[in-house]
């Protein structure tokens, strides 16, 4: 099996760099192929188109009403609103373009605590989420991670 994992966020931006992080950090997991997308997810359409992955994984901040460092997997649909990150083009036009090149798409979002501009790095809720993912991802046991199981409503 095929599997790549797009880390997404903007790492001067404290806990909007975990997607990056998260995908430093399984570089050396066997089967798995990372990507440190920054802010640009669009970016890599060219290497998914490539690639052709049986499993594409996409890691990024994501604001759910949760505790900081809560992970979840998200749906493909109404996930805009929720990124931390303020990215090039919407998530749903890019996953839109993605869907042709890979057999399964699994969004992941991990709440930050802070996503202030600052070079300090991860949050410590956040670190553990990031390391406890990457165990997750290492073990193949993705389907373990809890959905997303209402509607996120914003006042923005």
């Known amino acids: 099996m095929k599997r790549l994992l797009l880390g997404v966020g903007n790492r001067l931006s404290r806990d909007d760099g975990v997607g990056p992080a998260v995908a430093e950090r399984l570089t050396d997991a066997e089967g798995w192929q990372s990507i440190d997308c920054g802010i ?5 359409s060219g290497i998914v188109s490539r690639e052709e992955p049986d499993l594409l994984v996409i890691v990024d901040a994501a604001r759910m009403g949760l505790q900081p460092g809560a992970v979840r997997t998200l749906p493909s649909r109404g996930t805009d609103r929720m990124l931390a990150s303020t990215h ?8 839109d373009r993605l869907r042709s090149s890979a057999e399964a798409i699994v969004l992941i979002g991990i709440e930050p605590k802070d996503t202030s501009f600052g070079e ?20 193949g046991s993705i389907d373990e991670i809890e959905s997303l199981a209402a509607p996120i409503t914003t006042d923005s």
Not at 40 to 44: G, P, S, V, Y
Not at 124 to 129: C, I, K, L
């Open 120 to 139: 300090e790095g991860l949050t410590s809720p956040v670190a553990e989420a990031a390391e406890r993912l990457n165990a997750t991802l290492r073990s």
């Open 40 to 44: 640009a997810l669009e970016n890599a």
């Open 88 to 95: 090039g083009l919407p998530l749903t036009f890019v996953l």
